[in-house]
């Protein structure tokens, strides 16, 4: 049961990091570095929702 409300959280974290960072790619994708970065920080938000959904089912 506390691992399915584990598996939950991480899910919605995963869900708004990547929302956020999808966001922030529109204010500062000008710069490569600042796209760059943005990448990276998505990369990692797509990888705990997916650890999330995983775990969730």
Sequence with gaps: FF???NAFFLCIIGSIV???QFGASFVV???FAASWSFF???AVG???FVVGVVLFI
């Design 3 to 5: 691992r399915l409300i």
């Design 18 to 20: 990547g929302i956020i």
């Design 29 to 31: 994708g000008v710069s």
């Design 40 to 42: 990276v920080l998505f």
């Design 46 to 48: 797509v990888v705990l």
